[in-house]
Nanobody, 120 residues
Framework: QVQLVESGGGSVQAGGSLQLSCVGS???????MGWFRQAPGKEREGLAT???????LYTDSVKGRFTISRDNAGNTLYLQMNSLKPEDTAMYYC???????????????WGQGTQVTVSS
């Protein structure tokens, strides 16, 4: 029922910024939303999640650098990424789930991903 499409990825130098967007359809407003990433050979990593009331949860590696937000209708999710580091290089995914968590196993709907590459 839920479809998610990410955009906004690209290549930047260390210290640069990017904003990712995720457009949802199919009752997206009923779900908690999150951003995850996966680098080659590594597990999926939960970055940030947000509920309909604006409460947020961040993993330590991005806290203070990344900001998650969503529009009032709950149809679009954003991730503002500042002070990017080479270790941020990964495929970034948005997801919809039932609780405010960074555990990817609690999210049942996923977008196709958008690539972020940060050079030294």
């Amino acid at each position: 029922q839920v479809q998610l499409v990410e955009s906004g990825g690209g290549s930047v130098q260390a210290g640069g910024s990017l904003q990712l967007s995720c457009v949802g359809s199919g009752y997206t407003y009923l779900y908690y939303m999150g951003w995850f990433r996966q680098a080659p050979g590594k597990e999926r990593e939960g970055l940030a999640t947000i509920d309909m009331g604006g409460n947020t949860l961040y993993t330590d590696s991005v806290k203070g650098r990344f900001t998650i937000s969503r529009d009032n209708a709950g149809n679009t999710l954003y991730l503002q990424m500042n002070s990017l580091k080479p270790e941020d290089t990964a495929m970034y995914y948005c997801a919809a789930g039932a609780i405010l968590t960074l555990n990817s196993y609690d999210f049942g709907y996923w977008g196709q991903g958008t690539q972020v590459t940060v050079s030294s």
